[in-house]
């Protein structure tokens, strides 16, 4: 299963501030909704409520928390990123997309095939970043920029990034079954998510 993430950061990698996004960018949320769509969206669980609580719609939710009683009709709940990659390869999804928050982002990035990526063109004041990145690992494969118009207040730019072979692109349905049932996880897996 090929792992992606998919997010919307400043130049200076801010992602949120007080559990909200900063910009409202309707092309970014197409863009967010086409690539994510009919695939397992996984998130942490102050990212579930930045979005009212409410699943995204034709997508498997899955929300990251360590709370043991929270529960949400239509979303699927795991204590870990790997129980939720687990989970997502156990229902034979060929991607799933990671999205946000920051420290599920900064957990996912070493494991990520794919980078969707909307570029921001502002410095804008945030409490949530992005993690540092090497961008030089992933190859621009598709790369769209957009000028700011009635419905966009700032620049910005629609790019797909690619892993450079640094990371293995399949999760087997095996390995993913007995450890999202049995939590037994085995060497191959170990390797892909740690």
């Given amino acids: ?11 200076n990698n801010a992602i949120g501030k007080n559990n909200q996004l900063l910009w409202h960018l309707p092309n970014d949320m197409k863009f ?12 942490g669980r102050k990212t579930f409520e930045s979005m009212n609580s409410k699943p995204l719609n034709g997508r498997l939710n899955i929300v990251i928390t360590r709370q043991k009683d929270w529960a949400i009709e239509g979303v699927e709940v795991v204590n870990s990123l790997e129980a939720a990659l687990a989970l997502a390869a156990a229902n034979d999804y ?12 900064r957990d996912a990035l070493p494991l990520a095939h794919k980078i969707y990526l909307t570029r921001v063109d502002a410095t804008i004041d945030g409490d949530t970043f992005f993690p540092e990145w090497d961008e030089s690992q992933y190859s621009l494969t598709h790369n769209d920029y957009h000028f700011a118009d009635a419905k966009h207040q700032y620049n910005y730019c629609l790019r797909n990034l690619q892993d450079n072979g640094t990371n293995s692109p399949f999760i087997s349905f095996t ?4 450890h999202y ?4 996880t085995s060497p191959k897996l170990a390797d892909h998510l740690h």
């Fill in 175 to 178: 390995d993913a079954f007995f």
């Fill in 1 to 11: 299963m090929i792992v992606s993430l998919i997010v919307a950061i400043s130049t």
């Fill in 32 to 43: 967010f909704k086409n690539s994510t769509w009919a695939m397992p969206v996984i998130m």
């Fill in 94 to 105: 060929r991607e799933s997309f990671i999205i946000g928050g920051g420290e599920i982002y």
């Fill in 181 to 184: 049932w049995f939590g037994i």
